[in-house]
């Protein structure tokens, strides 16, 4: 009898392994947004949440925090080994040095991943009954937005995506410095042969272009999205492209002509650059965050925000039903729900919170309106992963202000500061305060007890986790 009972126990023991194991699951989650968008300070901000400050207090909203199941998060060795390991501890240092001045962490321009293993407790029914605890291994998968603006171009030929990068080169702001580049292309004899120096030179007369307007305009829709940053692709021949006058390219490309040199470039820049990271990657993300500095946009003007507007849109085409049978079988995507986040709202008074949300969700749902989603959940919020300012309200000529108080960047001084209100939905161009808009941005700032705080970063995580973790 004994026997049998401890057979039974055993195989008790086994079968409950065996669920326990069937019960650990896997998200992908990708972070994503233009350089300087915040996914650095995101990704930072969520690990330490998650692994030392993980308690109800720092994440009320957060249902797996709030109803005390959370047991323990980890950072564990990576699946992915050709991905580059995203550096939490120096960005943890920089953030909460134990000495001198916090600084914000040096961004990365490359794909970068951490992998953490979140132990809980299981609410609910079966998994309540024979499994005390359950693991999420969460993968987090940090890949430049410039990268994702490139998808498009799979369906693309050379011809088609010269004609919609072409016209855009004449039209404001990117006019005001597209003069040489335009100048060198019409010196260009498409059809004599190929001549290696000659492309190189207007190649990187294009690449000085693009990122002089990434700096300058903060424009989001420059391709090829790697001549931004190159990495390694620095000079190699499939990065020598540059879009060239539609009516320009006749039906009998010459062979060995310069003409045929570009498409062949651009043909090699889709299957070699941007199909892998389709193929590797972006196929198998399951949750997906967008972060999006709108504010720096309002900084900016009326046609970055509005390039902004365009390019969530061309996003979200992708993962629409209703668009062209090419994405749809391509973007069969896994992804299953997209945060849009309007980062750094902590650059703004705690009561303009809800006008950056209805901004951003008024740029997303401007073109997106008559999309239809299969399956897809789209989300809009206003966040902060890191606050660097703390509300402060003062009282001018009986008038309450509601300011906020912080170190601006490369300043000394510390500030207290009423900063503007930003407009609750996209603004026509003649609708544009006519000074435009100046937000400030403030570096972070210290803490005693080595704890961040956030603007909603718990509503982020529940959104992108909480039914994972029930
Ligand atoms: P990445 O290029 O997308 O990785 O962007 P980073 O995470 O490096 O952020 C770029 C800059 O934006 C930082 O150096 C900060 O100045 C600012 N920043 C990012 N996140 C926040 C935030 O949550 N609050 C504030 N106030 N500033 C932020």
Redesign the pocket.
Request: a negative charge.
């Given at each position: 009898q004994s026997f049998a009972k401890k057979t039974f126990k055993s195989v008790k023991g086994k079968a409950q392994k065996a669920l326990h194991r069937s019960l650990d699951q896997h998200v992908k989650l990708a972070v994503t947004?233009?350089?300087?968008?915040?996914?650095?300070?995101?990704i930072?901000?969520l690990v330490k949440h998650l692994t030392s400050q993980a308690n109800d207090n720092n994440l009320p909203f957060f249902d797996v925090m709030r109803e005390h199941r959370h047991i323990a998060t980890k950072i564990v060795p990576q699946e992915a080994l050709n991905v580059p390991t995203f550096d939490y501890n120096r960005a943890i240092s920089a953030l909460l040095p134990s000495e001198g001045d916090p600084a914000?962490?040096?961004?990365?321009?490359r794909i970068n991943t951490l992998r953490l293993a979140i132990k809980y407790q299981s609410n609910a029914g079966l998994r309540g009954h024979f499994s005390p605890q359950s693991t999420l291994y969460l993968d987090i998968i940090?890949y430049?937005?410039e990268w994702l603006l490139d998808l498009p171009m799979l369906a693309q030929s050379f011809e088609q995506w010269c004609e919609q990068q072409y016209p855009l080169l004449s039209q404001t702001p990117r006019d005001q410095s597209s003069a040489e580049f335009l100048q060198s292309i019409e010196l260009l004899d498409l059809d004599a042969p190929v001549d290696e120096n000659a492309l190189a030179d207007i190649a990187r007369c294009y690449q000085t272009m693009l990122v002089g307007l990434k700096k300058d305009t903060k424009l989001a829709m420059l391709q090829p999205g790697r001549m931004l940053m190159p990495g390694d692709l620095q000079g190699a021949p499939l990065l020598l492209f540059f879009p060239i006058s539609p009516e320009k390219i006749s039906d009998d490309v010459v062979a060995g002509s310069n003409l045929a040199h570009l498409i062949k470039r651009f043909d090699a820049y889709v299957k070699e650059v941007v199909k892998p990271f389709y193929n590797e990657h972006f196929r198998h993300f399951d949750r997906q965050i967008v972060?999006v500095?709108v504010l720096s946009a309002l900084n900016e003007g009326y046609e970055t925000l509005a390039e902004q507007s365009r390019v969530i849109n061309q996003l979200l085409s992708h993962f629409s039903y209703g668009d062209s049978g090419f994405f749809k079988r391509l973007f069969k995507p896994n992804i299953d729900k997209i945060l849009f986040a309007a980062?750094?709202?902590?650059?703004i008074s705690a009561k303009h919170h809800k006008d950056l949300a209805l901004l951003l969700d008024s740029l997303v749902k401007e073109q997106s309106n008559h999309l239809k989603f299969d399956g897809v959940k789209i989300e809009t919020l206003a966040?902060?992963?890191?606050?660097?300012?703390v509300s402060r309200q003062v009282v001018d000529k009986g008038q309450t202000l509601d300011c906020i108080y912080?170190k601006p960047?490369n300043e000394q001084q510390w500030l207290t500061y009423l900063p503007p209100q930003p407009p609750s939905r996209m603004l026509k161009k003649s609708e544009w305060p006519a000074h435009g808009f100046e937000f400030l941005?403030?570096?972070?700032m210290p803490s005693p007890d080595q704890q961040l705080k956030?603007?909603r970063l718990d509503h982020v995580m529940q959104y992108l986790l909480g039914d994972k973790l029930t």
């Open positions: 947004g233009l350089s300087g968008s915040g996914k650095t300070a995101f930072s901000a914000w962490p040096a961004s990365t321009e940090d430049p937005g972060l500095d980062n750094k709202s902590d650059h966040m902060s992963s890191i606050a660097a300012t912080g960047l941005s403030f570096a972070p956030h603007i």
